[in-house]
């Protein structure tokens, strides 16, 4: 099973929204709606930003949503803050009892 | 509040053994599945294991399958990762995390600790 595909970076200023998009397959984006959002800041853990395609933990801010259409799922950042930036990763469950995560997205906060 | 601290990192020579230990605190232990999940320097994020809430069923990527053990102390509110036969692509910050409840995701992660698999 190969890693989940997100785009290397984005960037975006203050204020403005963003997407990532993260793209797998049927067998695993496609097939589960267990797709997951975690942002990490550099020498950090990472945080759970969204669950379950679209869902929002306690404490998360609503800025951050979440989305699935097919094979692909996307995380919106709207109002953009400088603290926003940071590396954000996809996740899915895949089936089988495994788990594959995208290669990462750097977000740039011009 | 959840607290994950692992410990057990180290330097280790490829073919070598470490073991790594996560304790926690602050949730009902026993009633969780908890992960470890791993990040080679400058890499993303990789799923390497996950245990239930009892230890009895366990789950295993199919590059650390055969090589690592993943088990539980719930008297002491512990999670363990026995990592044997290591090889250099194992380098990398360790996390352990608590599976959420629906077990989708990963809600509460520890800081991390570090493994060196070089000779």
Request: aromatic share 10%; net charge neutral.
């Amino acid at each position: 099973q190969s890693a989940l595909t997100q785009p290397a970076s984005v960037s975006g200023s203050p204020g403005q929204s963003i997407t990532i998009s993260c793209t797998g397959t049927s067998n695993d984006v496609g097939g589960y709606n267990y797709v997951s959002w975690y942002q990490q800041h550099p020498g950090k853990a990472p945080q759970l930003m969204i669950f379950d395609v679209n869902k929002r933990p306690s404490g998360v801010s609503d800025r951050f949503s979440g989305s699935k259409s097919g094979n692909t799922a996307s995380l919106t950042i709207s109002g953009l803050q400088a603290e926003d930036e940071a590396d954000y990763y996809c996740c899915t469950y895949a089936g089988g009892v495994t788990w594959l995560f995208g290669g990462g997205t750097k977000l740039t906060v011009l | 509040e959840v607290q994950l601290v692992e410990s057990g990192r180290g330097w280790v020579q490829p073919g070598g053994s470490l073991r790594l230990s996560c304790e926690a605190s602050g949730l009902t232990f026993s009633t969780y599945a908890m992960s470890w999940v791993r990040q080679a320097p400058g890499k993303g994020l990789e799923w390497v294991s996950a245990i239930s809430g009892s230890g009895s069923v366990t789950y295993y990527a199919d590059s650390v399958k055969g090589r690592f053990t993943i088990s539980r102390d719930n008297s002491k509110n512990t999670l363990y990762l026995q990592m044997n036969s290591l090889r250099v692509e194992d380098t990398a910050v360790y996390y352990c995390a608590v599976n959420c409840s629906g077990g989708s995701c990963w809600d509460n992660w520890g800081q991390g600790t570090l493994v060196t698999v070089s000779s």
